[in-house]
């Protein structure tokens, strides 16, 4: 199984940007998607998650400026981030619960991506 991110990038504050996740490889099903934001020099950070039936939850700091969603059909779960601050400039790593095929079984595991770079200019 992989997740691959992608659409980080330069943006000004105010700015926006979507970022993406595609999940591949032989799954199962996925329970939940995130986004886990880590700033430079600082912990990673849950930013946002989301269920398979859709449920949300947000970090109180991206609330109203960050929208999740998923498309359970693609294995995808995306990110767009408006109102861009200096705070926001970090790298966002895309999370998921995924229940797998490994050697002619089914496992539960979490995964990770590997990372897209978002910087805000102030």
């Known amino acids: 199984v992989q997740l691959v991110e992608s659409g980080g990038g330069l943006v000004q504050a105010g700015g926006s940007l979507r970022l993406s996740c595609a999940a591949s490889?032989?799954?199962?099903?996925?329970?939940?998607m995130g986004w886990y934001h880590q700033a430079p020099g600082k912990q990673r950070e849950l930013v946002a998650v989301?269920?398979?039936?859709?449920?949300?939850k947000y970090l109180d700091s991206v609330k109203d400026r960050f929208t999740i969603s998923r498309d359970n059909a693609k294995n995808t779960v995306n990110l767009q981030m408006n109102s861009l601050k200096p705070e926001d400039t970090g790298v966002y790593y895309c999370?998921?619960?995924?229940?797998?095929?490994?050697?002619?079984?089914?496992?539960?595991?979490?995964?990770w991506g590997k990372g897209t770079l978002v910087t805000v200019s102030s």
């Open positions: 490889g032989s799954i199962a099903s996925i329970t939940s």
């Open positions: 999370n998921a619960d995924i229940e797998a095929e490994i050697e002619g079984g089914y496992y539960g595991m979490n995964y």
């Open positions: 989301i269920t398979s039936v859709g449920s949300t």
